[in-house]
């Protein structure tokens, strides 16, 4: 079965440290991936997509993710958090046969301490 | 300004009192979906829609109905509504040409049944 898995619920970060939130996939083929940034009270907000190519991909806000076939992984990484990327992170998969189906990790909330 | 728009924002109803939620997008996108955003749970498909007058289930379509009399409307209608429904609920649509994949999402719409 098709599955997006975001293992931790909960992650705490101070100011200025690096990041990485994980997730793992599981699909028949290669999907598309994404991550989502969704800040309090509001809609969701992309911040990177795979496709193809090269699998370190550079999003908005400083963010990137690397896709590592052989792990099913697309873990989001920051050098440096800043205290306005507290928020809920998450994960999704979309098919590449043409359906419309996405399937989205249960997510990851970032805390960040000054 | 390409947007999603969703309204109400937030809604307080009663059991079995019938309501609509409307969404609409101004990017002439084809396909558009209903998502349910419930803690620990990520976000759920309710149904999805890849054009005018086609329409299809999500993962969790109990409950809900929907419409697509016109590509920028898809209204979510939760005939008698249930205390379980509530929750925040996504409307996102997308294009079906290339091979973007990317969801835009509307603000949100907060309900609550009583």
């Known amino acids: 079965a098709q599955s997006v898995t975001q293992p931790d619920i909960h992650i705490t970060v101070s100011e200025g440290a690096s990041l990485e939130l994980r997730c793992n996939y599981s699909y028949g083929a290669t999907p598309y991936l994404f991550w989502y940034v969704q800040s309090p009270g509001q809609g969701l907000q992309l911040l990177l997509k795979y496709f193809s190519g090269d699998t370190l991909v550079q999003g908005i806000k400083g963010f990137e993710a690397e896709f590592k076939r052989s792990q099913s992984s697309f873990n989001l990484r920051k050098p440096s958090v800043h205290w306005s990327d507290a928020a809920e992170y998450f994960c999704?998969?979309?098919?590449?046969?043409?359906?419309?189906?996405?399937?989205f990790g249960t997510g990851t909330r970032l805390k960040v301490l000054a | 300004e390409a947007q999603v728009t969703q309204n109400p924002r937030y809604l307080i109803t009663v059991t079995g009192k019938k309501l609509t939620v409307t969404c609409s997008q101004n990017m002439n996108h084809e396909y558009m979906s209903w998502y349910r955003q419930d803690p620990g749970l990520g976000l759920r498909q309710i149904y999805y829609?890849?054009?005018?007058?086609?329409?299809d289930k999500g993962d969790v379509p109990e409950g809900y109905k929907v419409s697509r009399k016109e590509k920028r409307n898809f209204p979510l209608i939760l005939e008698s509504p249930s205390p379980n429904q509530t929750s925040l609920y996504f409307c996102?649509?997308?294009?079906?040409?290339?091979?973007?994949?990317?969801?835009?999402f509307g603000p949100g719409t907060r309900l609550t049944v009583l």
């Open positions: 999704a998969v979309a098919g590449t046969s043409g359906t419309y189906k996405y399937i």
């Open positions: 829609s890849m054009n005018v007058e086609v329409t």
């Open positions: 996102a649509s997308r294009s079906a040409g290339g091979y973007s994949y990317e969801q835009f």
